[in-house]
T-cell receptor, first 111, second 115 residues
Framework: GENVEQHPSTLSVQEGDSAVIKCTYS??????FPWYKQELGKGPQLIID?????GEKKDQRIAVTLNKTAKHFSLHITETQPEDSAVYFC??????????FGKGTMLLVSP | EAGVAQSPRYKIIEKRQSVAFWCNPI?????LYWYQQILGQGPKLLIQ????????DSQLPKDRFSAERLKGVDSTLKIQPAKLEDSAVYLC?????????????FGPGTRLTVL
């Protein structure tokens, strides 16, 4: 089955800096890669996703890049703010299969 | 639009007791998922329903876990008897379709502590 590795496990940045979280996947047939943000005491919330026919996608301060050859994808957050502090999960899936999640990255943004 | 509702939010039980969690998905969503999230890990799928039928329960420990989705709407996940390693957050999610590219919307989860 699919295996998703996520790094780093924790990331501390100063407000205004950029943050990058990286994930690798094992199944070359995977074609959908969402990113979820989970705040304390809440369920994961989708923040951005990318499909395998696209190399990059942006939504304001958030961007995701995908390298299918290397089987890795990354989340980029620019101009970080304290409210960006949360746990971020990457995931991968294909067809009708369900999502396989990474272990998460705790992002801490200091004012 | 109302989100995915779950109850209770917290539950503390002793090992070998039974417990049940309830989920009400977003109205009209045909697909419902139950995930287990152990502290420090990502969610792991336990079971997936399409309407009121099970489409994937390969990772559900069937000797102690059971789930049902009556009339294709609400769902209940039960653990009987509970073990210490069942301590986790149980997340319910729903999506309008079964395809993996359809956004899954998560509820707030039920935090289970087994003593």
């Amino acid at each position: 089955g699919e295996n998703v590795e996520q790094h780093p496990s924790t990331l501390s940045v100063q407000e205004g800096d950029s943050a990058v979280i990286k994930c690798t996947y094992s199944d070359s047939a995977s074609n959908y890669f969402p990113w979820y943000k989970q705040e304390l005491g809440k369920g994961p919330q989708l923040i951005i996703d990318i499909r395998s026919n696209v190399g990059e996608k942006k939504d304001q301060r958030i961007a995701v890049t995908l390298n299918k050859t290397a089987k890795h994808f990354s989340l980029h957050i620019t101009e970080t703010q304290p409210e960006d502090s949360a746990v971020y999960f990457c995931a991968a899936s294909k067809g009708y299969s369900t999502l396989t999640f990474g272990k998460g990255t705790m992002l801490l943004v200091s004012p | 639009e109302a989100g995915v509702a779950q109850s209770p939010r917290y539950k503390i039980i002793e090992k070998r007791q039974s417990v049940a969690f309830w989920c009400n998905p977003i109205s009209g969503h045909a697909t419902l998922y139950w995930y287990q999230q152990i502290l420090g890990q990502g969610p792991k799928l336990l079971i997936q329903f399409q309407n009121n039928g099970v489409v994937d329960d390969s990772q559900l420990p069937k000797d102690r876990f059971s789930a049902e989705r009556l009339k294709g709407v609400d769902s209940t996940l039960k653990i009987q008897p509970a073990k210490l390693e069942d301590s986790a957050v149980y997340l319910c999610a729903s999506s309008s379709q079964r395809v993996s590219t359809d956004t899954q919307y998560f509820g707030p989860g039920t935090r289970l502590t087994v003593l």
